[in-house]
């Protein structure tokens, strides 16, 4: 079975920073794409930033150089580095994991992690 835990989200001020982690647990999954959403109150999904096994990234339009996407294939996780955060990152947080089990592509979300940009 796989499972992905993000972790790392919480309450920051204006202009401050948080770093999230997904980490993915299964043994036989070859993980291929690491990718972080977010999700606002009464709003769609909206792709954050995402890292190809091949070393890719891309980001949203939105992140402007402030986030970063990193990843450990090894261990299969994923960081998120956000900085001067504002008030419109606030969001639940969610990671999303693509890859296989055999022959089988499959892709799976975490339950998210919160993040709350406030004064």
């Known amino acids: 079975q796989v499972q992905v835990v993000e972790s790392g989200g919480g309450l920051v001020q204006p202009g401050g920073s948080l770093r999230l982690s997904c980490a993915v647990s299964a043994s036989r999954f070859r993980v291929y794409a690491m990718g972080w959403y977010r999700q606002a109150p009464g709003k769609q999904r909206e792709l954050v930033a995402v890292?190809?096994?091949?070393?890719?990234?891309a980001y949203a339009h939105f992140v402007k150089g402030r986030i970063t996407i990193s990843r450990d294939s090894a261990k299969k996780t994923a960081l998120l580095q956000m900085n001067s955060l504002n008030p419109e990152d606030t969001a639940v947080y969610h990671c999303n994991v693509e890859g296989a089990i055999g022959d089988a592509m499959i892709d799976y979300w975490g339950q998210g992690t919160q993040v709350t940009v406030s004064s």
């Open positions: 890292s190809t096994s091949g070393g890719d990234t």
